[in-house]
């Protein structure tokens, strides 16, 4: 369908194609096949003839016995055929059947220029038999299929007004770019001029109008048809697409709305057969005169060939006519570009899901369905020519090489790929040569190395437990023997499928089908206690089956057999209903039971429970081409419009049935999805399970619950609660199915406000999630590294488990907020969230939405859903309080703050229980110092007694910290205990206790310098002590962060007096052996007079201290050997770069060693010791010497 695809091909001279078959004439004694120039008035040649024949009728009047055949034929029969069984066909018969010929539906032309064609539930009937064989070229349907029948009269007629193209317009999508949309504004504007008909040829020109940056281009447009099908066309456009251009839509479509103004010529052979000798030379000789440049080589080769009486062209009898229609054996099918698909599907899966590559492909399946809908045999076509793109892609070696897994968008699209096969391979009309020839193409697929598996990666170690077909049901599903099954193999299995059955041809032919008065005894199993048919067939097929009557233009058989399936799945659940009464004691004295079903229906390839739905409410869909409107600057905008349904009942033959196919839809929806089963395996398959889940459910989601829904809902609600173990709702599951609460949140929701008991009894039960219950760990859940651990020992894993938590703590959520104000309701909720949540972290969110929803900025406080929202934060606190959670410090805040919000007896709880909830550091410094803090006083409003009592748990709380973790309590446990002597005094006596044991000396300086900011300079003198004690500071660590402790503990002492400097110095010789820090402190002692601190009872003497005198001489003894050892051990590894900087170290030693009387002799001989020494380090000794002499 390219826009100008292969133009110059189709315009130069070409060999005889199928387009152009071969023209015979008879001789002069023969009759003409089409009628001597006598028989017929108004020979061909005349000038001004019109579509529209001289005995037309007006409109609205009947049509006459002549249109009547001739649309048959033309629709039918290939000319050719005509010419061969009549020996003179009048002119005026001729006429109408060319006339015919051109497609008469514009649903069938927007199919081909848009992808984004959205047909209806009845786009199928409206295409008429758009692709469909004739009838005498192949089998006939399966009784009781709907026929390829021709579009009916009004519909199809080529003079259909506008209105028809305007919907199809509109359908095709929102884009006003689209061809069709282009095409009809074209149109609209009068671009489309010069058009002509000769014969099943049409031609004409389009003008693109001008544009501020570019001028009016005029494009030559030709297009072939045969049988109502357009199979060539071309255009001067140049644009390569897989669909028509606008310039073809537009001519097209004015051929449909304006026959009467089109030129109609019979085929060009018939107008030179009229010719003599003179007139063909003139012909031919004006003809080669208008277009010399072009056809002159090919006029003169052809003129050698015919005057050479060996040639090949003199061997065939006749001459190829362009015009004259298609042979007898050319395939009667629409024009399809095969390379542009080729091309465009290459281009998309090259691009890997970027650039919307996965949209556009999902658009051409939906393109193939759509094409199937209208019985177009270009639908398999397109099909295989996609597959063969798919097949021939690189990443597939590329992945099975490095043994790595495809994409998930990748995936969806193999999927959708073999859901088609087996609409393709289930087709109820095609040929049997048609379906071997895809069966055996399939199976050379399908047996490549890289074709797909169907789940995922695991498709050699997976079970055979989703049979598409009951005949292969022999294999166990506990056989270690488990084939190999591609994307194809479903469709494969098909092959022993058929439209045969008597009992199935029935179903789908009537809607009044019923149990004969006179059963036999196989018949019974054959109808329901009504009478209604049951159609037995394992669920997906029978379902694989309805999509294929759906997807190729039968949908009232479609609805036919669905409803026959609803039937039996409707009896199959009473039959589990009454085996569960009779093992209902045994199974819940167990509290567990077996696998009931293999074969999940949500998530399945086929995916049965959605092919149901979509048929039935496609039927209940009210039509929505009314309100579609097309124009020149019109926007679509139904796209964004939810869909609409309304009632249709169920044609049964039961006489008191009141059901509709929208109940139904509802129904089978809640019955698929309610179904209990075994949580499959593999990643993919299962993300597929929840993925197919919210694909359901949002359509559900779109249907206006009215009374008669709500009815089936509540119904089908009591039946999964008692459903047992083969509904996923029912009181004992299996410790491996798949969870229920994304579904369960959707019928709380639903049915909160029309049965209130109902809905929250089933969400409540369907907060369960047996695989952790059954073997929960007492720890943290929340991360998932636990998965492991939580999970037994199962291959593989439930690689979707944080999903399935999420969702259900979103059914939590959506509980909490419902029973807001209810007490009784909130307590259960709560009791179920603490069972089955076994998160932290999820437990923690549902807190937190608790305490959003209790404290609202507009109302007043919900106090029992803020005790709820408490006693989950206290949960999450025992949950976490032994495991490692990088957000346990934010939740320990939100606690307390949730705890304030309650009120003062929450906060005295949760400080008198503190050691089962907080580790001592949280208890101190962030739960009791928030719950003595001014704000929260403020906040809650405290008498006097009320502070004491929240002040006095915090101090106990402070002591009992204090004595479980010193370390890192104490500093806490004193300033909670600051106001209270007594508690004071047991903190400070903690502190000095645990001195002796693990605190470091960076604790006891922080506390030691909180006693003196506190007015406690002795007892932080004692704490420094101690500290100073704990420290040792090398020669090299002049930047140590406990330097600055070791001056303020020096500084200290010197304030208190000689006596405590005399206590300190020896400690500080003891433990620092940095050389320029014990200088610094020897300044520093000998600037001012010791005991300065002004302590009561105490005088001091107001005189400097003597360097010679102790308790500095022993200081400045120490800091002179610190500088010798310092240099030597600098000296033993110094590099030239760190000369100066030595130097500059020599410096500062030499003012130390000045400070007594014979300093500078001490100096002059550890100078010369170093030249002596290291006088080998010649260039640093002669810097010592320039320096130092």
């Known amino acids: 369908m390219a826009e100008g695809g292969e133009r110059e091909e189709l315009l130069s001279p070409s060999p005889v194609s199928p387009a152009k078959r071969l023209c015979s004439w008879p001789s002069p004694q023969a009759h003409h096949p089409r ?25 609205l009047q009947p049509e006459s016995l002549l249109d009547c055949a001739a649309k048959t034929v033309a629709e039918k029969w290939a000319y050719e055929r005509v010419e061969e069984r009549f020996e003179r066909i009048p002119e005026p018969v001729q006429r109408r059947i060319v006339y015919w010929s051109f497609p008469r539906n514009e649903r069938e032309i927007c199919m081909y220029s848009s992808f984004q064609y959205r047909g209806g539930p009845g786009a199928g009937a409206l295409g008429g038999a758009a692709g469909a064989s004739p009838a005498e070229e192949g089998p006939p349907p399966p009784p009781g299929a709907a026929a390829p029948t021709s ?75 045969d049988r109502c099908k357009i199979t060539s066309v071309t255009c001067g456009c140049g644009n390569k697409d897989i669909f028509y251009c606008a310039h073809v839509v537009a001519l097209s479509l004015y051929r449909i709305r304006k026959p009467d103004q ?67 054996d050319d395939e009667n099918c629409w024009h399809l570009d095969e390379e542009q698909v080729k091309e465009q599907v290459k281009l998309f899966l090259s691009q890997g899901g970027y650039y919307g590559s996965g949209k556009q492909l999902n658009s051409m399946f939906a393109k193939v369905r759509e094409m199937l809908r209208m019985r177009d045999s270009n639908g398999a076509r397109m099909l295989t020519l996609i597959t063969e793109q798919f097949m ?167 609805l036919r057999l669905t409803v026959a399936i609803i039937n039996t799945l409707r009896l199959q659940q009473q039959r589990q209903l009454e085996i569960y009464k009779h093992q209902k004691k045994e199974l819940l004295q167990r509290g567990t039971t077996t696998i009931t079903n293999l074969e999940g229906w949500v998530g399945h390839p086929l995916d049965p429970i959605g092919c149901l739905f979509l048929t039935l409410t496609e039927a209940c869909r009210l039509n929505d081409d009314g309100y579609l409107e097309v124009s020149g600057t019109g926007v679509n905008m139904n796209e964004s419009r939810p869909p609409v349904y309304q009632h249709v009942p169920v044609a049964t033959g039961c006489p008191n049935s009141h059901e509709s196919f929208l109940s139904l839809a509802l129904e089978v929806a809640l019955m698929g999805m309610g179904q209990q089963r075994v949580m499959p395996e593999g990643l993919y398959a299962q993300d597929k399970v929840c993925r197919n889940e919210e694909q359901l459910l949002s359509r559900l989601q779109e249907l206006q619950l009215d009374d008669e829904l709500v009815q089936t809902l509540q119904k089908q609600c009591i039946l999964l609660l008692e459903g047992g173990p083969f509904s996923g709702l029912g009181e004992v599951i299996h410790r491996e199915s798949v969870p229920m609460h994304t579904f369960a949140k959707y019928l709380f929701s639903a049915l909160l406000p029309h049965d209130p008991d109902l809905s929250y009894k089933l969400a409540l039960r369907a907060m369960r999630l047996p695989v952790l219950e059954n073997s929960t760990s007492t720890g943290d859940t929340s991360h998932p590294h636990h998965m492991v651990s939580v999970v037994p020992s199962r291959y593989p894993r439930w690689f979707t488990l944080g999903h399935l938590e999420s969702q259900q703590c979103e059914l939590a959520s959506t509980m909490l907020t419902a029973a807001k104000g209810d007490t009784l309701r909130l307590r259960t909720i709560l009791e179920a969230i603490q069972k089955h949540i076994h998160s932290s972290s999820l437990i923690f969110k549902l807190a937190q939405d608790a305490f959003k929803i209790a404290t609202p900025t507009d109302s007043s406080t919900d106090s029992t859903l803020l005790n709820v929202a408490l006693e989950l934060g206290l949960q999450v606190m025992r949950m976490t309080l032994s495991t490692l959670n990088w957000r346990r410090r934010e939740m320990v805040r939100w606690l307390v703050t949730c705890a304030t919000e309650v009120g003062v007896r929450a906060l005295v709880s949760i400080l008198q229980s503190w050691y089962t909830l907080f580790t001592p550091t949280e208890a101190t410094s962030i739960v009791a110092a928030t719950a003595v803090s001014h704000t929260t006083i403020l906040r809650l409003s405290l008498d006097y007694p009320q502070r004491e009592e929240l002040a006095s748990c915090a101090r106990t709380l402070a002591l009992q910290c204090a004595m479980k973790d010193p370390q890192s309590c104490a500093l806490s446990a004193l300033t909670l205990c600051e106001k209270d002597h007594i508690a004071f005094e047991a903190a400070y006596q903690i502190a000095i206790d645990a001195a002796t044991g693990g605190m470091t000396h960076s604790q006891l300086f922080t506390i030691a310098r909180y006693m003196e900011l506190r007015g406690y300079p002795l007892r932080a003198f004692k704490l420094a002590s101690l500290a ?56 520093r002692c000998t600037v001012t007079a010791p005991g300065l601190a002004g302590i009561p009872g105490r005088r001091s003497s107001g005189k400097l201290m003597s360097t010679d005198k102790a308790p500095l001489r022993q200081l400045l003894d120490a800091t002179i050997n610190a500088y010798i050892n310092t240099t030597h051990s600098r000296l033993t590894h110094i590099s030239p770069r760190h000369y100066g900087e030595f130097i500059e170290f020599l410096s500062k030693a030499r003012e130390t060693f000045l400070l007594p009387q014979d300093g500078h002799l001490q100096f002059a001989q550890f100078i010369d010791n170093l030249k002596q020494i290291y006088k080998g380090k010649k260039k640093l000794m002669l810097l010592v010497r320039e320096r130092f002499g």
């Open 151 to 225: 579009s009916a009269p009004g519909a199809a007629a080529a003079g259909a007004s506008p209105g028809l193209g305007a919907a199809a317009g509109a359908a095709g999508g929102g884009g006003e770019g689209l061809p069709f949309r282009r095409g009809i504004r074209l149109l609209d504007s009068g671009s489309v001029e010069n058009v002509l008909q000769v014969g099943f040829h049409l031609s004409g020109t389009v003008t693109e109008a001008a544009t501020t940056s570019e001028p009016a281009v005029t494009y030559k447009v030709a297009i072939s048809f």
């Open 35 to 59: 009628g001597s120039p006598g028989a017929a008035s108004g020979g061909v040649g005349g000038v001004g003839g019109s579509c529209l024949a001289p005995g037309a009728r007006p409109h």
């Open 1028 to 1083: 100073m004690s704990h420290l040792n500071l090398a020669y090299n660590q002049d930047t140590h962060p406990a330097i600055n402790d070791v001056l303020w503990a020096c500084a200290l002492s010197h304030s208190l007096g000689k006596n405590e400097l005399a206590a300190l110095i020896p400690l500080v010789v003891k433990s620092v052996h940095c050389a320029t820090v014990l200088s610094d402190i020897l300044r």
């Open 392 to 558: 021939a892609d690189p990443r597939l070696t590329l992945w099975r090489q490095q043994g790595t897994s495809m994409t998930d968008k990748c995936r969806q699209l193999w999927d959708e790929l073999g859901a088609l096969w087996v609409c393709i391979i289930l087709n109820p009309h095609c040929k049997l040569e048609e379906k071997s020839c895809w069966l055996q193409q399939l199976q050379k697929w399908s047996d490549l190395d890289v074709c797909p598996l169907e789940d995922g990666n695991y498709g050699h170690e997976l079970p055979n437990i989703t049979n598409a077909l009951p005949q292969n049901a022999s294999h166990s599903p506990d056989s270690l023997s488990r084939p190999r099954r591609t994307v194809f193999t479903r469709a494969i299995e098909g092959r022993e499928l058929h439209w045969q059955d008597s009992h199935l041809q029935r179903i789908i032919s009537s809607d009044i089908y019923t149990a004969p008065a006179c059963q036999q005894e196989s018949e019974r199993l054959l109808f329901n206690s009504q009478g209604q048919p049951l159609w037995l067939e394992h669920v997906p097929t029978a379902c694989a089956r309805v999509d294929a009557l759906r997807s190729h233009g039968y949908p009232k058989e479609a």
């Open 262 to 328: 089109v030129k109609l010529r019979l085929p060009i052979s018939e107008t030179l057969f009229q010719m003599n000798r003179d007139q063909l030379q003139k012909f031919i000789q004006y003809l080669i005169t208008a277009h010399h440049t072009e056809v002159l080589p090919t006029a003169q080769k052809l003129a050698d060939e015919i005057l050479s009486s060996n040639s090949e062209i003199n061997q065939v009898n006749g001459a190829p006519d362009p015009t004259a229609g298609a042979s007898i």
